[in-house]
């Protein structure tokens, strides 16, 4: 999409990310125009505050006619009643997007809401961190991060084109993904994680806690998440995270056996390939 | 123990942890000598040249009856050897510990050896990272970082104080506790997380793996530790680590359950109160 067309984007859901777009938004179209629309006139007037928004709006209806972007930046299982809102005031051209980590029940939806031909595109971008709101707003959050696009058979190319043009003008790298895929990937590298993060935090009783150190921190750390956001996460989730928490148990089950053999070679060995798996995909830090 | 007649420090096992004890030594007893024994010509040379080390020892005999301390910074399953081969030459009035993961275990082998009444008192310095080597040697590591000291019934005071004014001569905080409450603690504060980082690890497939992001990245850092010394440190504490393991099995079968009812008011619960405990706890970072 050339950068002279967008004019006008509205961001529904002006929390640490829809904050985070509209600042991010501003720099890559100087002159472009960003509506927030929220439930709360505070989270509204944080997100004015740093500058993230041109016109703030508790009612999508009275600005969602002039965008040529719009952005669904609120928990997922919010998306429904807005697209309901907004879907007979679109103009023509219109993209419509999302940012949430959960897609083939989002994508589902979209496209029986505003049809499958457009002007719906699912998103992913895969950036944040364990602050909530529109205060802690970082374009840096999505520099060189990855943006999941994720089609279906129905989405014209076209408007696929159009979505990852957007999210590479905010400095993301985009990749393309089947909305079904894209839940089975995340439930494992995202959703699981952040759950095990979660158990963690209920192991030690309070004595214990005392002795928790740097490596205790860094694997709760998620666990320090958006109650809510994750909430609609799993919940849109459910199969793939299912599946993925019983494949993991096995493994515990498996390392069970493992040290409960002795066998120091063994031990040493798995050791071995998980930190070398690390090294060669995620790196050393 | 008053800061001058620490005179002469043998360290075993010059690591990370051994070097950075080596150069904290060094800040806090000026004119201390630190004789630094290990099996590997290159580690000890390493050692030397990030100036942890005034001597450099394949053999620990040739240098132990000079030492005042005597710290055993090796894979804990090396203690032992070690251990037997000093065991004759310590000079009258020599405290030797240790800066093992694992307790109970290093404890009673200790004083089988060296005997129940001293000179060993075992400690858990709770300091390191993913590095390994001297090279990476940073006293900031032990900058108010939690020490904890386990002296068993049998230990004089005198030695416990001794151990606990070192540790906080070198900038740590110190606590006293039971070896086997030790041993409880740290399985579920640190050795089941590193388990459970190490595992995760191996959850995606290579495509998946593409899609991690930073929550990914901080849920595996620990599995980028050092796989000999958590193979030593897993097999001499598998009972402790096998309960965590099977309470933390028996946590993911209730959140599945919990996410099965699709009950969003519970799930939402569960996220809350495992953020705040970590917010009254670990703090936010």
């Given at each position: ?146 943006c ?42 995202s ?22 150190a ?21 919940l849109?989730?459910?199969e ?30 798995f ?15």
């Amino acid at each position: 999409m050339p950068e002279e067309s967008i004019k006008h984007v509205t961001i529904i859901g002006t929390g640490l990310i829809g904050g985070t777009i509209g600042l991010a938004l501003q720099k890559a179209y100087p002159n472009v125009e960003i509506a927030g629309v929220g439930r709360r006139e505070s989270t509204l007037e944080a997100a004015r505050g740093v500058g993230a928004l041109t016109t703030a709006h508790l009612d999508p209806t009275e600005i969602v006619d002039q965008s040529d972007v719009v952005i669904l930046a609120t928990p997922v299982r919010a998306f429904e009643g807005y697209l309901e809102k907004i879907k007979d005031l679109l103009k023509p051209g219109c993209l419509v997007t999302d940012v949430g980590s959960t897609k083939a029940d989002v994508v589902d939806k979209a496209e029986r809401i505003l049809g499958g031909g457009g002007p719906f595109v699912g998103s992913h971008p895969m950036a944040g961190n364990e602050n909530k709101g529109p205060e802690f707003a970082d374009t840096s959050l999505l520099d060189g991060a990855l943006c999941i696009v994720t089609p279906t058979e129905q989405t014209p190319g076209e408007l696929t084109d159009r979505a990852e043009d957007l999210w590479r003008a905010l400095g993301m790298r985009t990749i393309r993904l089947d909305p079904v895929r894209h839940d089975d990937a995340v439930a494992r590298v995202s959703h699981l994680p952040h759950i095990l993060s979660c158990l963690l935090m209920a192991m030690p009783d309070d004595e214990q806690l005392q002795l928790a150190a740097t490596g205790f921190g860094s694997m709760t750390r998620l666990a320090g998440g958006d109650p809510e956001m994750w909430r609609d996460i799993v919940l849109t989730n459910p199969e793939p995270i299912l599946e993925a928490m019983n494949r993991y148990s096995d493994f515990i089950k498996e390392f069970a056996e493992l040290l409960g053999s002795g066998d120091g070679q063994a031990v040493e060995r798995f050791f071995t390939e998980c930190r070398d798996r690390r090294r060669d995909s995620i790196g050393d830090s």
